[in-house]
């Protein structure tokens, strides 16, 4: 499998932070509560980004954890969404939020089964989800694209994948991150073999969220609609054997406070730029 490529740059994570915090970044999440869980460790260390826009593509669902929502119908699902997700950009100090309206795998047909195993390129919005982020991701002018891995092979999470990856310039650093809660629900070797031989990514950096890890959480409970203690256990175990299968040292993104049990998050990058650094 050869050497993690983080092993390469003296202090990855807190360059990142830095970068994130300085210039201008894209969070793409296929529904709300994806970067939250995902990434919102490497947000908390950030603080506030110069200008970071989140862009949630499936924004209309029929899905809800609480049972009283569920049964409130679409309008309502979604309007709740709407409103958890702009909580959350005023918890991380995010500009702008871009919702592209999109139907999520609920409202297409999808059971719980078939969301996970079937390919991208026959669903028929495919076309449509490759434009939309391709124009949205052109516009906003960032200079950092952080994008879903599809970890877990969700169908909305494939299509955002590749949708991303086919629009992003040169000069432009996309970065995937390990879908939550789905990548703690397989092995780590798992995870990482999708990842290397599916996609044709490598690790660009683990980033040390040890002392974040309850403004983690505390962004992850904004989607009320959406987490449970489940996601959030599933979450924060795959945060510690992240840190813990890391062989060399994780630079922390921020300044070190005082000892705590070792988590992170890993970011990937597709092979040729990873090899290029």
């Known amino acids: 499998m050869g050497e993690p490529i983080w092993e390469a740059t003296e202090e990855p994570g807190r360059g990142l932070a830095a970068r994130l915090r300085e210039g201008r970044t894209l969070l793409v999440s296929p529904h709300p509560d994806d970067v939250a869980y995902s990434c919102g460790g490497l947000l908390a260390t950030v603080g506030r980004p110069a200008h970071a826009t989140l862009m949630t593509v499936f924004t209309r669902s029929a899905w809800a954890l609480p049972k009283r929502l569920r049964h409130a119908g679409t309008r309502i699902i979604s309007a709740q969404r709407r409103e958890e997700e702009l909580r959350y950009c005023r918890l991380r100090g995010l500009a702008d939020y871009q919702p592209l309206g999109f139907d999520d795998a609920s409202l297409r047909g999808y059971d719980d089964e078939a969301e996970i195993s079937s390919p991208a390129d026959t669903d028929n919005l495919r076309g ?3 434009d939309a982020v391709a124009t949205a991701v052109r516009a906003s002018g960032a200079d950092t694209v952080l994008a879903p891995a599809a970890v877990g092979n969700h169908i909305d999470h494939l299509l955002v994948h590749g949708a991303v990856r086919g629009a992003v310039r040169e ?20 995870v990482e073999r999708t990842l290397r031989n599916e996609r044709g990514l490598l690790p660009y ?3 040390d ?18 987490t449970d203690d489940e996601c959030v256990r599933e979450t924060l175990r795959h945060a510690r054997r992240t840190a813990a299968a890391s062989r060399t040292h994780v ?3 921020g300044p070190v406070v005082t000892a705590a049990t070792p988590q992170a998050e890993r970011v990937w990058t597709v092979a040729s730029t990873a090899e290029e650094r």
Do not use: C, N, W
């Open 128 to 130: 449509a989800v490759e």
């Open 171 to 190: 000069g432009t650093l996309v970065l995937f991150y390990e879908d939550l809660p789905y990548a703690g629900q397989h092995e780590l070797a798992d």
């Open 205 to 207: 950096t683990d980033i």
């Open 209 to 226: 969220i040890s002392q974040v890890v309850e403004q983690k959480v505390r962004g992850m409970h904004v989607y009320g609609s959406q």
């Open 251 to 253: 630079e922390p993104a």
